[in-house]
């Protein structure tokens, strides 16, 4: 379990106490996982295939080391390397450079992503997406899409 579980898309419906009928599927494509889930989500409702879909995605890369989750501890395989001459290249070392360069501390970047998630909940209550984000009747129940701060 933990921060590399193997599939938290299931335990969320089931801890969020949905039948055990919903199912719940984890797409793990790195950093576009949610962005995957939600075109996947948004084909399903587009073909007709399901009603109602909920997507998202969940990653906190500073818990856990890139990688650390494969038998040998590294991301990359040898034809990759030698392919791109060598592992300097990955999006951690990426974003430290783009912090270092542009003089970016962590806390600040930590300080406005959460008044960019108070910012959308304060502009929810104050009905700025009545025509994009609507309850939607599933069953007997009502989910009615908030975000969370």
């Known amino acids: 379990m ?86 300097e290249f990955n999006q951690g070392l990426s974003a430290e450079l783009i912090a270092e360069k542009w003089g970016l501390r962590r806390h600040d970047l930590d300080e406005y992503a959460a008044r960019s998630h108070e910012r959308a909940a304060a502009a929810i209550d104050r009905g700025a997406f009545a025509r994009q984000i609507v309850p939607v009747q599933v069953g007997e129940a009502t989910v009615a899409p908030r975000v969370p701060c």
């Open 2 to 87: 933990g921060d590399q579980a193997g599939n938290i898309a299931r335990f969320a419906v089931l801890a969020a106490g949905w039948p055990e009928a919903i199912p719940g599927v984890t797409v793990n494509r790195a950093c576009g996982s949610s962005q995957q889930a939600l075109d996947f989500a948004a084909q399903a409702v587009m073909s007709g295939q399901h009603d109602v879909v909920i997507a998202g995605g969940v990653e906190v890369m500073s818990r856990v080391p890139l990688g650390a989750a494969r038998a040998t501890g590294f991301p990359y395989g040898p034809r990759v390397l030698d392919r791109y001459h060598g592992p």
